[in-house]
């Protein structure tokens, strides 16, 4: 269930970034299952060639979504699909306002879900997760849990970029 916050044995040996991927892919999924059953009998052609194109979007942001989960954090990849993701979002979003539709772009399934936010969380949360690591705690950790870890090593990152707050 969307939203639902039970924790099953699938879900407990997950980490946090995996989670956070899934239920944004979920969140995807379920928008785009609204949209694609939407009937658009009633809207002008602007807004049915936005809503088709936001299809198009929201099927490569899935499976962008789905590449960054398959991904680990030795690579960049899953920060580019993350970031094909979030382009998606706003190449949907400006084709209402491009294609001069007359629909409020706010009441479709596209953005009534917050799908950009949840995908710039999970760029941020992705980050985070592999990011570099403090050469003082790959001193403290085990080997063979390095090794496993996914980690690469090297000079911190800074946590905040900017001082506003």
């Known amino acids: 269930m969307l939203g ?3 924790l099953t044995t699938e879900t407990a040996n997950m980490g946090f970034r995996e989670l956070a991927i899934r239920a944004t ?9 609204l949209a694609s059953t939407t009937n658009l009998s009633t809207l002008d052609e602007p807004t049915k060639a936005a809503w088709a194109d936001c299809l198009e979007l929201y099927e490569d942001t899935i499976a962008n979504l789905n590449r960054s989960l398959s991904t680990d954090c030795l690579h960049d990849d899953s920060q580019t699909w993350l970031s094909a993701a979030i382009a ?4 949907c ?13 706010a ?8 799908i950009s936010n949840a995908v710039s969380n999970l760029f941020a949360i992705n980050k985070a997760f592999c990011r570099l690591l403090p050469a003082w705690l790959q001193a403290t950790l085990p ?19 900017s001082g506003e707050g």
């Open 107 to 114: 009441y479709t399934p596209f953005l009534s879900h917050n």
């Open 143 to 161: 080997s063979d849990l390095i090794s496993r870890s996914g980690f690469r090593w090297g000079p911190k990152v800074p946590a905040v970029v």
């Open 88 to 91: 998606n979002q706003q190449t």
């Open 25 to 33: 892919i979920a969140r995807a999924q379920f928008a785009h299952r």
């Open 4 to 6: 639902s916050a039970h």
């Open 93 to 105: 979003r400006n084709g209402f306002v491009e294609l001069n539709s007359s629909f409020h772009f």
